[in-house]
């Protein structure tokens, strides 16, 4: 069954960046994260990485392939 929401360290795992990462990004407000009513820890929807995700994916440069030509 998926989750609905995800850990600090899972949604971390899923972007593929580092916790601090992500609590730098709640922080600035790139990517808000919902707290847990009785713990208080970040909780991040799915569905709102999965937004991030393409939205960042947009944004990134394309990777150049480059051949070497033969002397």
Known sequence: MWKKYLTIGDAAEYLEVSPLTLRNWDKKGKLVAYRHPVSNYRLYRVSDLEK????????????????????
């Open 52 to 71: 991030f995700l393409k939205k960042i994916d947009k944004n990134r440069p394309r990777r150049l392939k480059i051949r070497l030509l033969d002397e």
